[in-house]
């Protein structure tokens, strides 16, 4: 975003929704680019803003995809996205004519399900705002009808003054060669040494008002390279405990109980899983749908997304960012 364009976000604040506050400026990342098995086939270089001008929200996005394997030909627009929006902290209307759908924000996170003429694929894209304001966790499931064609994850960071300041030029093109040293990477979570991840999450019941918060521990104990026990303890807004054994073949993951059964796939960094609880707290009918993204495979730590369901009804996203401690 210029200078200007910033100022006029700026007059703009008082009609825009605070998700819109929240993502202006400038993005920019390098996400990989997976195959429907998890396979890592390239790369897309990405430079994005939603901007409100003139009362008008849109939506732009430069890019440019490298590699891509078979997935190619499908997804090499030879164009750059740009498509209108209805700015609301209810229902994000995109209105195309490159993208048509909605999204819904959640305090810093949007669950987002729109269709791309140009890819010919019904995405679903989460987006997620760091706690730092700065830090955005992105993916983007490409769907055949119920089926995965392809996968686009990464991390984003933002700027306001990317096209005037020279400094700023320089510390993207460094997070950009950050990103595209760890984003071919796959989730492989510590083999041989016992841990925990801590932190605070945000609640959010379906109805997107703000719901607290949560403490959350994800206590770590490898029992061979492929396998792992862990304990998860909620306390705070939403109160949960839960045990289980993981075990890890290629980029498939296995929950299997005593208190957790599901399973979950890889691309790269992002581990999306399916947990259903059934443990001695459990009501029988809950279950998780989420995105565990291990930003960073030296440092550890989560950024996490989970959809807390009763049945087959969304009650809350439980969302943000957990620290790794050794044990």
């Known amino acids: 975003m ?36 998890g396979n890592h086939v390239g790369f897309e270089r990405v430079d994005r803003a939603s901007v409100v001008e003139d009362g008008v929200a849109r939506y732009w996005m430069n890019t440019t995809l490298e590699g891509g394997g078979p997935l190619r030909n499908r997804l090499e627009l030879g164009a750059h996205f740009d ?25 810093l996170f ?61 510390f993207v093109e460094d997070w950009i060669a950050l990103e595209t040293s760890r984003g071919a990477r796959p989730q492989v979570l510590p083999t041989k040494e016992a841990g925990a991840w801590r932190g605070t999450l945000f609640v959010n019941p379906v109805d997107q008002s703000e719901g607290g918060e949560v403490e959350v521990t994800i206590e770590h104990q490898p029992l061979d390279l492929r396998r792992a026990r862990q304990q998860v303890t909620w306390s705070g807004a939403l109160d949960r405990s839960y045990g289980f054994q993981r075990y890890r073949d290629g980029a498939r993951t296995q929950y299997e109980g005593p208190e957790v059964f599901g399973n979950a796939q890889s691309f790269g960094r992002a581990l999306f899983t399916t947990q259903h609880l059934v443990g001695p707290d459990a009501t029988g009918v809950e279950k998780i749908r989420g995105r565990e993204f291990l930003i960073d495979a030296d440092n550890r730590d989560l950024a996490i997304v989970w959809q807390l369901m009763s049945g087959d009804a969304t009650t809350h996203f439980v969302h943000g960012a957990l620290t790794w401690e050794s044990a």
């Open 110 to 170: 949007v669950d987002a399900n729109y269709y791309s003429p140009g890819w010919q694929a019904d995405l679903r894209t989460w987006n997620q705002v760091l706690p730092d304001g700065n830090t955005q966790v992105y993916s983007s499931v490409l769907y055949d009808g119920w089926s995965v064609c392809a996968v686009f994850n990464g991390v984003y960071q933002r700027t306001f003054d990317h096209a005037t300041n020279p400094a700023t030029q320089q």
């Open 83 to 107: 498509f209108g929006i209805v700015d609301s902290d209810q229902n994000r209307v995109y209105c195309g004519p490159d993208f048509y759908g909605t999204g819904q924000p959640y305090g």
């Open 2 to 37: 210029t200078a200007t364009q910033e100022t006029g976000a700026d007059q703009q604040a008082a009609e825009t929704s605070e998700w819109q506050k929240r993502i202006a400026g400038e993005w920019h990342g390098r996400p990989g680019l997976f195959d429907a098995q």
